[in-house]
C-alpha cells in the first residue's frame, strides 16, 4: 500500500491551502484516515481523521479552520484548510487503518509567512 500526499506550499498567513492523499496497492479495507503533522522541534501530532462512515474528529487547534473529508471509491483523503497561521508550519502526513494496518505517506510541507 502506497500513500501519496500532494498539495502542500506556502502561503502567507490567513490563507488557504488543499491536501490531498491518495492510497494505492493492495487495499483491504479502510477504516480510518487522516492527517499528522510535525513541526520542527516538535512532537508528531494528530491533525483530524475520518472514519469509514464520513464521521470526523479534529485536534484542538484546527477546530473551525481545518476540514477532513473522503472519498471512499477514490481512497482518498483531503484536508482542507483555511485561517493557516504560522503555527500550522509543519510537514502534514497523511495515514490510513487499512484493516488494522497502518500506513503512511512521507508528508508534505505546509509553511505559513506571517
Known amino acids: 500500500v502506497q500513500l501519496q500526499a500532494s498539495g502542500g506550499g506556502l502561503v502567507q498567513s490567513g490563507g488557504s491551502l488543499r491536501l490531498i492523499c491518495a492510497a494505492s496497492g493492495r487495499i483491504m479495507r479502510i477504516n480510518a484516515m487522516g492527517w499528522y503533522r510535525q513541526a520542527p522541534g516538535k512532537q508528531r501530532e494528530l491533525v483530524a481523521t475520518?472514519?469509514?462512515?464520513?464521521?470526523?474528529n479534529y485536534a484542538d487547534f484546527v477546530k473551525g479552520r481545518f476540514t477532513a473529508s473522503r472519498d471512499n471509491a477514490k481512497n482518498t483523503v483531503s484536508l482542507q484548510m483555511n485561517s493557516l497561521k504560522p503555527e500550522d508550519t509543519a510537514v502534514y502526513s497523511c495515514?490510513?487503518?487499512?484493516?488494522?494496518?497502518?500506513?503512511w505517506g512521507k508528508g508534505t510541507l505546509v509553511t505559513v509567512s506571517s
Open positions: 495515514y490510513i487503518d487499512d484493516y488494522g494496518m497502518e500506513y
Open positions: 475520518v472514519t469509514s462512515a464520513g464521521f470526523t
